[in-house]
């Protein structure tokens, strides 16, 4: 084995959690795999006999590539928000390496979404220490911030991400049941069911993509029970798989075989918070019906 195979092969070792960190700073998977792919062409392009902890080095390569794209995203907008999901991380049972350490301690859409509410500086302290467990003294260099500095961001990200997406129930097969209940209530047009299942602050965000409709939110039991009738017709037309969306229970709906809707559902306190449901077409074409995502 030459030195590049052996070089190649260090990297692959870190390839899923380098996605993973990506994923969470940037909410879109063909844009983490770019920078992930960025961050093995400048390993190729360096001095890597010199680097005493390769994960450490790639991480902060990642972090950096991260935030340059975060900026040049909030350098185009004339909103600070794009009005769509974030892209969902979607499996049947995480199997190959990639998919553990990609779904490995997943955060809900919910909290993708929150996530996109932070500043660049923000959402890199933030998803760095609180999510991957990086001291901020290994933090501030990307930042080009101080360790204090750079703990004062996650802290100020931290205090707008609590309480704005709740934490779901731990127990997958709690989960499960609780939208198991909600399809029953929506093939049924059920309406009395389906108020049953929902928290009464339940948020529904909607992407449709904006080549049709765009995203709609709406928020609160009465407002999202009254889209019954479309979860009726939905759930006698489509066929629903259940899946892990981000890590919690989810549906894949297809009609005719072919993918129409990813629904990623937040349950907390055995009812539903949050309803996530990607069907911009153009998006949902990147994914595969095999469970593993894009």
């Known amino acids: 084995m030459n030195d590049s195979d052996f070089l190649a092969r260090r990297f692959e070792e870190h390839r899923g959690h380098l ?10 998977l063909t844009e983490a795999d770019d920078a992930v792919q960025e961050a093995w062409l400048r390993l190729a392009r360096s001095e890597a006999e010199d680097i005493d902890n390769l994960g450490g080095w790639l991480t902060t390569v990642v972090g950096r590539v991260c935030l340059d794209v975060l900026r040049s995203r909030r ?7 794009d009005d769509h999901l974030p892209d969902p991380v979607v499996t049947d049972e995480v199997a190959d390496p990639e998919h553990r350490v990609l779904m490995a301690d997943s955060v809900g859409l919910a909290l993708l979404v929150v996530l996109e509410s932070l500043n660049p500086a923000e959402r890199l302290a933030f998803v760095l220490h609180d999510l991957f467990g990086l001291p901020f003294e290994e933090i501030a260099p990307i930042l080009d ?24 129930d731990p127990d997958p097969t709690a989960q499960r049941r609780v939208v198991d209940a909600f399809l029953v209530a929506a093939r049924g047009g059920d309406l009395t069911a389906l108020l049953a299942v929902l928290d009464p ?16 939110v709406l928020h609160g039991a009465e407002a999202v029970a ?6 009726h017709r939905m759930a006698t037309l489509a066929t629903a798989r259940p899946a892990l969306v981000n890590g919690t229970a989810g549906l894949v709906n297809t009609v005719d075989g072919e993918l129409f809707s990813i629904m990623a559902f937040t349950v907390a306190d055995g009812r539903i918070v949050g309803i996530d449901i990607l069907s ?3 998006r949902l074409a ?7 995502g894009r």
């Open 145 to 168: 911030r101080t360790p204090v500095a750079a703990r004062k961001l996650a802290s100020r990200a931290r205090q707008r991400v609590q309480g704005a997406a709740p934490a779901p």
């Open 226 to 231: 009254g889209q019954l009738d479309t979860f």
């Open 280 to 282: 911009d077409p153009d």
């Open 286 to 292: 990147g994914f595969d019906l095999d469970g593993t």
């Open 19 to 28: 996605k993973a960190v990506a994923h969470r700073m940037l909410g879109c």
């Open 75 to 81: 350098q185009r907008r004339e909103d600070p928000l």
């Open 201 to 216: 602050d339940v948020t529904l965000r909607a992407d449709s993509g904006k080549a049709l409709a765009g995203m709609r």
